[in-house]
């Protein structure tokens, strides 16, 4: 008897059950349960069909993400699906909760697949740094053609049920709560009317309308550069794809094979693994436990619907919770939710969102110019201007006006939180909520924590990021707390190294091409160089630059000249800036570096400072500090963010590349690096 597995037979059917939390991944106990249940129900001849099903919250996530990289254990996953696809009796897959990757893989397998309504169907490898290699890119195809297949493997989401109704990724809905009775109902209906067993392996209707076509790969992969640019799996599964319409099956199957390991053997997709578990590690904090008391947010206080108090009240609508939002004057009022319609209008207009659901989350919104408004909110988050004087100031009233117990949040980005605590009798019920621009849509929540928060409320936040659809991560006090303090060093050496001779646009390019989306010059000059340079007291390019009259793509140009269009080209004003100021500071030139060299300057000094913030308990852990960079500066995933790249590059050269630059190595870094570790693992 297996551990996971139970196996009954009612009435002629074998509904073979599978448990094994959380997920039903397909680890070793659950192959070992399938390979037991489908060979005993194989050979009894009183099961004339079966039915694959799982208990608890899920039908299989897909193979055991923890188990990659270990030594294999028989019996191996695609032996189980070549015994289930070659049983001699029509197998169903009944689904509910999600069926993913080698889950969805192992329902290709069966003959039939039937689902809930609630549930969802994907191949999501590709997040992961890889392809689906249980034969998901030669059966997908098979039964959705070849251009769906395209957009669903190297997309990766989850298709939910009657879609992939509509799809053929599966073939029937079940009502949902009675999957089980369902299933078993379907699999007599099959056996009446004598269906034929039909594997999905052996169909060809599907994939021949494309068989000699290349110009489809090369017009998708063209179409998709932007997406994919610097991923090997999308690569991959469009080779994968290709082979399901030119090779006979057995051979699509091999050349899958040689394409996943290839993945497997590459650098990206161990980053994209690490990321995976570390986004899932951030909630778990070592002295508040998972059993904490989560308080209750029925209703919300913002304070503040400028750029950010905007994008804070748009996450609570839109997972329904109220928001009282509370500005200084009816003018900013008016214009503050003026623009969070105009948002949703666009949403709307892109078809994403009904006219209704738009007046619904406006009607979630109580506008306000005074603060009396917030006496009952469970929670108040202050997005006001970034000055301790204000920032004291509100929260003075909030400690006067909020009913007790009501958490204190505030969204500042530098500022001391526990400054800003004890302007109230009630420094415990005071947090740090920060968000990141554009607050509705970036994933990343720091969650800082004051010396005197309280666990619950700690606790309280980190569950709330989720019902928002956020990455809460644990920050201490600190200037930048951990995603902005780690990043502005970049910018800082990217100032350093210009003045030394590299251009702006071979910076740009370094940075570019490491896998960011802009370099750090684009981005001044996107953002508005008179933004960034703001308060600065030394004499700076950005400086200079807005001393001309530049500002960056809004106004004549900035480290690059704009056409009409906003096609960058290298400036010779600001080169002359740029020469002119490091004559005056007397800085010599190193002449020109090559792109590694400068990836080096910018971002080794990012993981000394990601290494300060560990060292300083700012951050729990690492991969934290990973997560904060990937979701609040969208740091390429397939690098793995500061930290988990420099293990990459060995600790040891990052700390001898720092002393070659003048940089001090942080005393954690060098430890590390003396006695062999990484950061992670
Ligand atoms: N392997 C190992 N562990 C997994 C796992 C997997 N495939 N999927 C989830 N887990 C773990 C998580 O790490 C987490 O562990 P923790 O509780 O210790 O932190 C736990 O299961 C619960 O996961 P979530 O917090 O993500 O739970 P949710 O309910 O929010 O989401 C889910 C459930 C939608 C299934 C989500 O976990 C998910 O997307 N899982 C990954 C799916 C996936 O990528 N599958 C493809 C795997 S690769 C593959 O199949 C290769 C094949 O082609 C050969
Ligand atoms: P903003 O200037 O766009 O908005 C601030 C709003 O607060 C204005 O509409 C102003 O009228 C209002 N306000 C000021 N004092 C007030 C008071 N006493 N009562 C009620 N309303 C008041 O500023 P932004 O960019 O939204 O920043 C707000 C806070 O968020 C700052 O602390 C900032 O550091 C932080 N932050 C900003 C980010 C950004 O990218 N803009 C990112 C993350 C945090």
Not at 153 to 172: E, F, H, V, Y
Request: hydrophobic share 45%; aromatic share 6%; charged share 20%.
């Amino acid at each position: 008897m297996s551990e996971v597995g139970t196996y009954e037979v009612i009435d002629g059917i074998g509904v073979i059950t599978i448990n094994s939390p959380p997920v039903n991944a397909l680890g070793y106990n659950t192959r070992v349960a399938l390979d037991e249940g489908f060979r005993k129900f194989g050979a009894d001849d009183a099961v004339k069909a079966i039915v694959l099903a799982c208990a608890g919250r899920t039908f299989f996530a897909g193979a055991d993400i923890s188990e990659f990289g270990q030594p294999p254990r028989a019996p191996d996953l695609r032996d189980v699906l070549d015994l289930i696809e070659n049983t001699a009796k029509p197998v169903i897959a009944a689904i509910h909760g999600t069926a993913l990757g080698g889950g969805y893989e192992l329902a290709l397998v069966c003959h039939h697949r039937i689902a809930v309504p609630s549930a969802k169907v994907g191949l999501p490898e590709v997040k992961l740094g890889l392809l689906p290699g249980a034969g998901g890119t030669q059966r997908l195809p098979r039964i959705v053609g070849i251009e769906a297949a395209l957009d669903i493997i190297t997309g990766g989401n989850p298709i939910g049920a009657s879609q992939a109704l509509s799809l053929g990724m599966i073939d029937a809905l079940a009502q949902e709560g009675n999957l089980a009775a369902d299933a078993v109902a379907f699999a007599r209906t099959i056996l009446a009317e004598g269906r034929p067993l039909v594997k999905v392996r052996d169909r060809q209707d599907k994939v021949e309308p494309a068989r000699g076509k290349p110009e489809i790969y090369a017009g998708f992969m063209k179409k998709n550069a932007k997406a994919f640019r610097g991923f090997q799996a999308p690569v991959n599964i469009v080779k994968a794809i290709e082979a399901a319409a030119e090779l006979p099956f057995d051979q699509g199957i091999v050349r899958e094979r040689e394409l996943f390991e290839d993945l497997m053997a590459g650098s990206q997709s161990g980053a994209q693994r690490n990321f995976f578990f570390a986004e899932r590690q951030t909630t778990k904090i070592p002295d508040v436990p998972s059993d904490t008391p989560i308080l209750p947010i029925k209703t919300v206080g913002v304070i503040g619907a400028g750029t950010m108090g905007g994008g804070i009240t748009m996450n609570f609508l839109n997972a329904g919770i109220p928001v009282t939002l509370v500005e200084m004057t009816q003018e900013a009022l008016d214009r503050g939710t003026g623009v969070i319609r105009r948002n949703y209008e666009n949403t709307a207009k892109k078809g994403r969102m009904t006219q209704d659901q738009v007046e619904q989350r406006m009607a979630l919104i109580t506008p306000a110019i005074t603060y009396d408004a917030l006496a009952d909110v469970d929670l108040v988050i202050e997005a006001v201007f970034e000055e301790m004087s204000v920032k004291k100031a509100v929260f003075g009233k909030l400690d006067a006006i909020c009913k007790q117990g009501a958490i204190l949040a505030s969204n500042t980005s530098y500022l001391d939180l526990n400054e800003i605590a004890e302007a109230t009798s009630r420094p415990q019920d005071v947090i740090g909520l920060h968000f990141f621009s554009p607050a509705n849509v970036m994933r990343l929540l720091e969650v800082v924590r004051g010396a005197k928060t309280r666990k619950d409320i700690i606790a309280t936040a980190m569950a709330l990021a989720k019902t928002i659809g956020k990455v809460p991560v644990l920050a201490g006090v600190c200037h930048g707390f951990i995603a902005n303090r780690v990043m502005t060093v970049r910018s800082l050496a990217a100032d350093a190294l210009v003045l030394r001779g590299p251009s702006p646009q071979e910076i740009d390019k370094a940075i570019f091409d490491y896998g960011f989306a802009v370099g750090p010059y684009q981005m001044m000059d996107i953002v508005g160089l008179d933004v960034i340079g703001r308060g600065a007291t030394e004499r700076t390019i950005r400086g200079d630059l807005v001393k001309l009259d530049r500002l960056g793509q809004k106004k004549n140009g900035g480290f690059y000249d704009y056409d009409e269009n906003r096609n960058a080209t290298p400036s010779p004003v600001a080169a002359k800036v740029i020469a002119d100021l490091a004559a005056d500071l007397g800085i010599n030139a190193i002449g020109s570096l090559g792109a590694d060299e400068i990836v080096a300057h910018l971002l080794y000094p990012v993981v000394n400072e990601a290494a300060r913030v560990l060292e300083e308990g700012i951050a729990l852990r690492a991969s934290d500090i990973d997560v904060a960079c990937l979701l609040g500066y969208n740091w390429p995933v397939f690098t793995g963010g500061p930290t988990y790249w420099a293990d990459t590059v060995g600790l040891d050269k990052v700390v001898d590349g720092l002393r070659a630059m003048g940089h001090e190595p942080a005393r954690l870094l060098v430890e590390k690096a003396a006695k062999g570790e990484k950061f992670n693992g």
